[in-house]
């Protein structure tokens, strides 16, 4: 099996232990031999910080000190194998439970490393002896499907890592199933030592009040599908892509397999080098895949969740979040994909069209994980809903539409003042559309030299004038689909006439002379 210069890298970390990893490793063991048998520790370490070499010196350590067997669970294949690996390079010799494995030399090992539904399956069919097992590494410990096997190490010490202790179901919070969190070094501390980049984050407003949340606590695929299939967000996509992304070897992450087939289509049809993956692609089509990722300069990557977790490829200079999500855990999973240094890359570009950073705060933020740890409900409760996130946005101009209005100061127009003064003044709502378009057309005649020029600049207003008609909808609480459509029509023929009818004086106010014939 070939090694990448990067994974020997990384080995090679592993074995020249970092300070704080060698600190985090003494402070995992005090608490081991301070503690009764069956004590749950939790550890979190941010994406990138080096989680699995940690525990790969813990059990190395543990096995040379101590008469007992280590166990290491995973929840998926991939990082079954790559913790198999690195344990190997430590030292460890080890055997991986999987589907096919012969338990019959398992008396010749202390050291086994299992994905948690085929341990599952093999411990209720008594086929793994576990009675010398004294310590257990849960790998990703925030998903919930590890707490199933616990009531079969009462007597271990089992070490959970993760690098979000926010358990991943709201009914099942961490705390009940672990004693104590140890937080390991934070985001920036990484960052300002030279062992993460930076992420330079870049957010869009999208509506998201169309979404559904489901049973598990996060939007429906469905209803996810419905927004990121529309032509206007995949419009909004492929623009941001080229104004942050363009040329950069990027990921797009989806919630669902339908939205990503469709990114895969635009970027295709604009002519980008693009591949789609999903769980649904083979072992051969998804190493064909991301093979071709890896050595390709400017390529771009659609998937679903499929590579948040045991995905590791530093080349990754950008991200977009083309989706909305509700965990936090997730949102610092997909972003954390980007955050691997190399010589010449010390930061990734991150693009957001799904309000996560509205909503959780930037990437690498001051999070107190002690508080989330012990009061996770505290913690989501505080948490603004996609109503109120909405309710404090401003539409902000692209850089490239915002150079075609350079000659106006301002070309932000506040929709919601002006609906609460008009009511105080005790004039009819209409008024606010009125002054609005009267603000649009002002800044297409001061940037025009004909009433031409100004019809065209407001052709490309439709962002702006969707989010204005979108926010005033709401202040008067009227929002059907076809009366929010005719309101968009009917603002865009009013603009133009305006135009038409009001050119010549409003360009001899803005000027002090008449326009040129």
């Known amino acids: ?117 085929t341990l599952n399956n093999r411990l209720n069919d008594d086929k793994l002896d576990i009675s010398d097992i004294g310590l257990v590494i849960i790998d990703e410990a925030h998903y919930n499907s590890f707490t199933k096997l616990f009531k079969f190490f009462s007597q271990s010490f089992i070490l959970g890592v993760t690098a979000t ?65 529309d032509n206007d967000m995949l419009t909004k996509l492929l623009q941001a892509y080229e104004e942050r992304s363009k040329g950069k070897k990027t990921l797009i992450f989806n919630n669902g397999i339908n939205t990503s087939l469709h990114v895969y289509d635009t970027f295709r049809r604009a002519g980008y080098p693009i591949a789609h993956l999903d769980n649904t692609n083979t072992k051969k089509e998804r190493a064909l895949i991301l093979k071709w990722f890896k050595k390709t300069p400017d390529a771009i990557l659609t998937s679903v969740s499929i590579l948040t977790t045991g995905f590791d490829e530093p080349t990754v200079e950008s991200i977009i979040l083309n989706r909305a999500t509700k965990s936090l855990t997730l949102y610092y999973q997909m972003i954390g994909r980007g955050s691997r240094i190399l010589k010449n890359k010390k930061t990734f570009t991150v693009v957001d069209l799904g309000n996560n950073f509205h909503r959780f705060g930037p990437w690498g933020d001051d999070l107190d994980w002690q508080r989330i740890f012990k009061s996770p409900n505290y913690y989501l409760d505080s ?48 008024v606010v559309l009125e002054r609005s378009i009267e603000h649009h057309a002002k800044i297409c005649i001061e940037n025009s030299e004909d009433v031409y020029d100004a019809l065209a600049l407001a052709k490309m207003l439709g962002d702006d004038i969707d989010f204005r008609i979108q926010r005033y909808t709401k202040c008067i609480s009227k929002s059907t689909f076809n009366f929010v459509e005719w309101l968009k029509g009917d603002y865009r023929k009013k603009l133009n006439a305006y135009l038409r009818a009001n050119f010549d004086t409003v360009f001899e106010e803005i000027h002090g002379y008449a326009p040129e014939d």
């Open 1 to 117: 099996m070939s090694v990448s210069r990067t994974e020997l890298e990384d080995r090679k970390e592993g074995k020249n232990l970092y300070s704080y990893q060698k600190g985090a490793i003494n402070k995992i063991f005090k608490a081991f031999e301070e503690s009764p048998d069956d004590y749950h520790l939790l550890y979190q370490l941010p994406t990138g910080g080096g989680k699995t070499v940690i525990f790969s010196e813990i059990v190395r350590q543990y096995l040379k000190h101590h008469q007992k067997k280590v166990l290491v669970m995973t929840h998926r294949i991939e990082l079954c194998k790559q913790t198999s690996n690195m344990l190997t390079e430590f030292g460890v010799v080890n055997k991986v439970i999987d589907s096919k494995a012969d338990l019959s030399d398992q008396g010749n090992y202390s050291c086994f490393v299992a994905m948690v539904e």
């Open 165 to 229: 202790p926010l358990s991943s179901s709201i009914e099942l919070p961490m705390t009940d199933n672990y004693d104590e969190l140890i937080v390991g070094e934070s985001i920036e501390s990484l960052i300002e030592n030279g062992f993460l980049a930076r992420a330079e984050m870049f957010t869009y407003n999208v509506g998201l009040t169309s979404l559904v949340v489901g049973a598990n606590g996060d939007y429906t695929v469905k209803s996810s599908e419905d927004l990121y299939t």
């Open 383 to 430: 948490i603004l809903s996609d109503e109120d996130l909405e309710s404090n946005f401003r539409y902000e101009m692209p850089d490239e539409l915002r150079a075609e209005f350079a000659k106006s100061k301002n070309v932000y127009f506040d929709i919601q003042k002006t609906y609460v003064d008009s009511i105080r003044n005790g004039e009819s709502s209409k």
